[in-house]
């Protein structure tokens, strides 16, 4: 039997739209978000963020839940509509309250704020003239991320300046799956990647020169495929998809540069780098969070412009259809650390979606339990190899608003009655109190 050792860190995630709601209090902006769940077909039976779970008026039963798992960190986003409604310009009184008050709540149930800047969820009227195609988009993040640090400084230890920035360059501009769900050429997608990039670059230089107190670091969603066999042209394939999808993020970050092999792939296409950029993008970081959900396995195929496609498996899935992979998180730390050396690494993302029931007022989620099961074992053995693997936070604390899926898909270890905001902790709920307090062993 192994056990993670006693300093390891324990926390819980949400993101601001997915939980809080109140979409039209106390002065908040209309979000990207909010006019993409408008939008028909868009979300899920057209479901949208405007109540959620509403969070902004029930924090303070969601924080006493909390403290009873025994938690040491809570990881939250901040919503820019609530904080600068304009996207820049004048700040809202009442969005700093808000988070203030939720802060200091976290922290005097005993509990460490995370903070993520941002999480998807920014004002409109920066959409309007582009969103991240944008470069002006880059700087209003960056004088948001300094109103931030002001606001809120003396609250939080920890900062995550972007969340997964794959899923706000590819999947918003790029495949059409997220607000505000364009499906736009690779010029536009290079230009996304490259101003979300230069973004976190913004906000490591505020805070650096701003003399804050704390840490600062950025989560991604890196996608590090296996080969579906061991043929030169399947490892080929895998390696050029990781190219595509995450040595963008993660080459900039640590080295500096693009990789080379997206300019030979697109020579009609080129990242609008600007002198200074790659030293404000490669400033060296306090950490790194990483958000693992699934890996899959990729194989070479001539028959498809990028010259790869997905190979089938035969994993078992869960509700969204991600096949349960709990060694390719492994594979995926092992290929972080040898390859990039970032230094202390978070787990700020992992959980599993299952089609949970209410049976006599108990949730019996033991596919979810064998999920996180599986994959606190792999994190242990990550630790005990020598990866510098400092904390494990689990998606979602509970059930919420997923993204274009709406309130189908539930991550969550407490379930949310959305018709009357009732919360009821699942078995999952109680299993993890029991990891996080040290009685289980893996």
């Not at 901040?78 to 310009?89: E, F, H, S, V, Y």
Request: charged share 20%; proline share 6%; with cysteine.
């Amino acid at each position: 039997m192994k056990y993670f050792p006693e300093d390891f860190e324990f926390g819980v995630a949400t993101a601001s739209y997915q939980i809080e709601g109140a979409g039209d209090a106390d002065g908040r902006s209309p979000s990207v978000w909010d006019a993409f769940a408008a939008r028909e077909g868009a979300v899920f039976q057209g479901h949208n963020g405007s109540v959620a779970c509403d969070h902004y008026h029930r924090y303070k039963e969601d924080i006493a839940l909390m403290k009873q798992l025994g938690i040491g960190t809570y990881r939250l986003s901040l919503a820019w509509p609530r904080i600068l409604p304009g996207g820049t310009g004048e700040v809202n009184p009442k969005g700093i309250e808000f988070y203030r008050n939720l802060l200091t709540e976290i922290r005097n149930a005993g509990i460490e704020p995370a903070v993520t800047l941002y999480h998807w969820d920014h004002p409109q009227g920066l959409e309007d003239f582009g969103g991240w195609r944008d470069r002006r988009m880059a700087l209003a993040y960056g004088e948001y991320a300094k109103v931030c640090f002001d606001a809120f400084g003396d609250l939080v230890s920890r900062w995550i300046t972007i969340n997964e920035p794959f899923c706000i360059a590819h999947l918003s501009y790029f495949m059409g799956q997220h607000a505000p769900g364009l499906k736009l050429g690779v010029q536009d997608l290079f230009n996304s990647v490259h101003h979300v990039n230069l973004a976190h670059g913004l906000a490591m230089e505020a805070f650096r020169k701003g003399g804050y107190q704390g840490e600062i670091g950025i989560t991604l969603n890196m996608i590090t495929p296996r080969p579906a066999t061991g043929t030169p042209e399947d490892r080929r394939a895998a390696d050029l998809y990781t190219d595509f999808n995450t040595r963008l993020f993660t080459d900039p970050l640590y080295r500096g540069t693009y990789p080379a092999s997206l300019a030979a792939s697109y020579p009609d296409a080129a990242f609008p780098v600007q002198p200074g950029d790659m030293d404000l993008i490669s400033a060296k970081t306090d950490f790194i969070g990483v958000n693992f959900y699934n890996e899959s396995a990729v194989k070479a195929d001539p028959t498809t412009p990028e010259g790869y496609s997905y190979a089938p498996d035969g994993y078992e899935k869960t509700a969204m259809g991600w096949p349960v992979t709990p060694l390719g998180l492994l594979r995926q730390l092992r290929w972080l650390h040898k390859e990039y050396n970032p230094g202390p690494i978070y787990i700020t993302e992992n959980g599993a979606a299952y089609p949970d029931q209410v049976t006599e007022g108990r949730v019996h989620d033991q596919d979810r339990i064998e999920y996180l099961r599986r994959h606190f074992a792999v994190c242990v053995e990550a630790v005990e190899e020598g990866i510098p693997l400092k904390g494990y936070y689990l998606w979602s604390f509970m059930d919420n608003f997923e993204w274009s899926h709406g309130y189908s898909k539930r991550f969550g270890i407490v379930y949310v009655d959305y018709e009357t905001q009732q919360r009821i902790p699942k078995d999952s709920f109680y299993y993890y109190r029991e990891v996080v307090n040290g009685y289980e062993g893996f």
